[in-house]
């Protein structure tokens, strides 16, 4: 091979090589480690179709769901949740279906995925108008605590967002001690310019002495567990000690998203995921309660 040619083609495989070094998929999978976390479940959404069935369940209905919610939540249809070009897609929907006038979609990995602490991280580009809720959030798998479900085993806020108060972000825990029927949540907000235009990083990390949550790596709420300094805090203050999961859903109007109404003229909006991912301690310490 004379020696220009062997240049050429040598040039050619650095060029190939480069390229193929910038497109390769750097996506951590299962069982990969960062800086003492372990990946211990994932979805990318890179099977187009209906969300993975092996991952994700449906919460079905339409009545209200304690927040006087105008959608009907319906099951495994591709309008309202569906995966397309990489992306999670949830719909909510203008039209007629089981006596609402709106439809959408709530994915749960309730016995498919269910933790004890760890990192929760989801990144997401969220509707725009007055009357979409959208909502990143994780509920206990069983109630353990009290007479009441809710408020008394808990919820995890990672993301709340509101049309009618565009690029507010919100991250709230309710407790029986602290939620807002009563006025006495616990919530942080963060600005985020390119909520509705742009993709952006949820997390909150859960561990048995604090929760806290972060946007694009930056941290803006800390919840601590009470239960490890106050004689008098039991369940009532920290109930997360339990397995809780995963929810991800797009509302129509209700109590707050529905505040200042809903504007029938902006629909179908959509919340598109890129990822879902949980990282747990590689050495997790246990929950230590008074």
């Not at 309008?79 to 070009?85: H, Q, S």
């Not at 007629?96 to 994915?107: D, H, I, N």
């Not at 009532?236 to 809780?244: A, G, H, I, L, S």
Request: charged fraction near 25%.
């Amino acid at each position: 091979m004379n020696r220009p040619l062997a240049a050429v083609l040598a040039a050619a495989v650095l060029v190939t090589g480069a390229s193929f070094a910038q497109n390769a998929d750097t996506r951590p999978r299962v069982g990969d480690r960062n800086g003492g976390w372990r990946l211990a479940w994932a979805d990318e959404f890179d099977i187009p179709g209906l969300p993975d069935p092996a991952r994700w369940n449906y919460d079905v209905g339409g009545h209200g769901w304690g927040n006087q919610e105008l959608q009907f939540y319906t099951r495994a249809r591709k309008e309202n949740a569906r995966v397309e070009g990489g992306r999670l897609i949830i719909e909510a929907r203008r039209e007629p279906w089981e006596g609402r006038q709106y439809t959408s979609a709530r994915l749960v990995t309730k016995g498919k995925g269910d933790w004890t602490c760890g990192r929760f991280e989801i990144r997401a580009k969220l509707p725009s108008g007055r009357g979409t809720w959208p909502a990143i959030w994780m509920l206990p798998s069983q109630q353990s605590y009290g007479s009441d479900f809710w408020p008394d085993n808990g919820e995890i806020d990672i993301m709340e967002h509101v049309g009618f108060d565009p690029d507010v972000v919100h991250a709230s825990v309710h407790t029986k001690a602290y939620h807002h029927s009563i006025g006495t949540q616990k919530t942080a907000r963060m600005t985020v310019p390119t909520a509705r235009t742009a993709f952006n990083t949820y997390a909150v990390e859960w561990d048995p002495h604090e929760i806290r949550a972060f946007i694009n790596g930056r941290q803006y709420f800390t919840f601590k567990n009470e239960r490890l300094t106050s004689p008098s805090a039991d369940y009532r203050q920290w109930p997360f000690d339990k397995p809780f999961h995963l929810l991800l859903n797009v509302a129509v109007g209700g109590f707050w998203g529905g505040m200042r109404g809903v504007d029938e003229s902006i629909w179908p909006q959509r919340m598109e995921v890129e990822f879902v991912r949980v990282w747990q301690r590689e050495h997790q310490p246990a929950q230590r309660t008074r």
